[in-house]
């Protein structure tokens, strides 16, 4: 592994569990202080790979090394009809799966203008895939890629 890559999983993990670890504590002794998503500690841990990557994108390539990362973020090549999946038939068969589970699932939904206030606030709030993004596939995944083969790059990376 070459240093960057290396300085990398130090500097993502660092922040991860660094300040997760230290939510975790302060409310294993403040209930009050608990580490939950009200938290703004909360936010900095789960986007603890996205800094890492962009702060070793920025040390390693420097501003054009940042702004073809961010340019990455949304693909070009794309045609519409994977764009139609992601934004029509992704959610049509999670819905469907909710409901093929859970009979009762359309019944308990909330109202529709609620669900269209919600959308954005989730979209918000939620650290999944943006909190890792831009350092394990943005950093970590091409300097794996520079070396192995891409099966190769993706299983140590999945182990990582």
Same mark, same amino acid.
């Given at each position: 592994?070459?240093?960057? %890559?290396?300085?990398?999983?130090?500097?993502?993990f660092g922040i991860t569990w660094g300040i997760g670890g230290l939510g975790?504590?302060?409310?294993?002794?403040?209930?009050?202080?608990? %580490?939950?998503?009200s938290r703004a500690l909360h936010y900095i841990a789960a986007f603890g790979p996205s800094l890492a990557g962009l702060i070793m994108t920025v040390r390693v390539e420097g501003g054009t090394g940042l702004r073809?990362?961010?340019?990455?973020?949304?693909?070009?090549?794309?045609?519409?009809?994977?764009?139609?999946?992601v934004i029509i038939v992704f959610p049509a068969v999670n819905l469907a799966a909710a409901w093929l589970l859970t009979p009762g699932f359309f019944a308990d939904l909330p109202s529709w203008d609620r669900l269209v206030f919600g959308l954005p606030l989730t979209l918000v709030t939620d650290t999944g895939p943006v909190g890792e993004e831009f350092g394990w596939r943005g950093f970590a995944l091409p300097r794996l890629l520079r070396r192995s083969h891409p099966l190769a790059a993706a299983l140590i990376l999945g182990a990582i």
């Open positions: 592994m070459d240093r960057p %890559f290396r300085i990398y999983l130090w500097l993502a975790l504590l302060a409310g294993a002794y403040r209930p009050e202080a608990a %580490f939950s998503a073809n990362l961010l340019a990455r973020t949304v693909p070009t090549r794309s045609g519409l009809p994977w764009y139609a999946a």
